[in-house]
C-alpha cells in the first residue's frame, strides 16, 4: 500500500517515485505466488498473504469489470509506429474491420513512400486532417482543425472540431512524450528529470487546450502515461474519465511488450459504454477502441 500510494499520490514530483509510477503493476503480483506458497508451508499468514495477492491482482487490472453496451459513437486510437510492421492494405483493414466514426493514429509520419496515400486510398468515406506525427481520419462533419505546437520534442496537437448529432464535438489527437525507464536502470537520472520535464510542459499544453474547449471534448491518443499517478490524475481532471476504466475490462494492456497501459481516451459530455483493445498486430501498440453515448457519465 505504501509503495502504491508514493507512486500514486507522490508520483512525478520526485524521480524515485516516477519509477514507481511508470513501473508496470504487474511487477508487484510477481512475488503472489511464492508469498502464497511461504504462506502454505508455515501454515500460517495464508488469508493476509491471499489478501495481499487479490490486492496486486487489482492493482495490475486482473479484476477490472465493468458492464459493457453499444454506443452510438466509435472511437478508436492507435499509435502505428510509422507503418514499419504493417503494410497500407493491413493496416486499413484493421482500422475498418473497426468501424469507427473517429480514428486516431500516432507515429503517423508513414516512411515508405506513398504509404499515406495508399492508407487513405484503402479508407474512402473518411475525411482525413493531419499534424507532425498525429493524424485524424473521421466520417462526421469537419467544422475545423488546428494544430498546437508540444514542447520538447517534434509532435504537434492536432485539435479537431467535429459535428456529431447535431452538436460540436471537439477532439484531440496527441502523442506525449515517453519516460525512459532505461536511462535510470543506466543511472542516467538527469535525462529521466529532463524526460520528466518535457511531459510536464507537454501535459499543460493539453490542460490549456481543455480550459480554451466549451462543450463535448475528447482526448485520445498515445500518452506514454500509465493509469495512475499525478499527470494521470491531472489529464482526468482536464478532460474527462478515463474510458477503459469506466468501461473496460481486465488489464487492457496498449503497449504489450512492458504489459502497461499507455493509451488512452479521455472525455467530457460523453460517456464510455464499452472500451475494447483490440488484437491488432500491425505495430508494437494495440489499437483502443471506445463506444460513447451522450450525457456526463452518472
Known sequence: MLIWGLGEFVGERTLPTLLLAYAPAVLWLLPAPFVLLWAALRKRGFAVALAGALLAAWGAGFLHWTPQQNGGLRVLDYNVNSGYKSTPERLAAVLKNADADIILLQESNFQPPGYMEALKAALPGYALRSAVEVMTLTRLPVLSSETVDLPGNQREVLLTRLQWRGQPLSVVNAHLGTVQVMDALAGDMAYLQVARDRRTAQAQVLNGIASQSSGRL????????????????????????????????????????????????MARGLTPTRATVLPAEESDHLPLVVEYREGDPK
Not at 474527462?240 to 481486465?250: C, V
Open 218 to 265: 475528447l482526448l485520445g491518443g498515445d500518452l506514454n502515461t500509465p493509469p495512475r499517478g499525478l499527470m494521470y490524475r491531472q489529464l482526468q481532471q482536464a478532460f474527462g474519465p478515463d474510458a477503459f476504466a469506466q468501461a473496460g475490462r481486465g488489464p487492457g494492456w496498449t503497449f504489450l511488450s512492458l504489459r502497461v497501459r499507455i493509451d488512452h481516451q
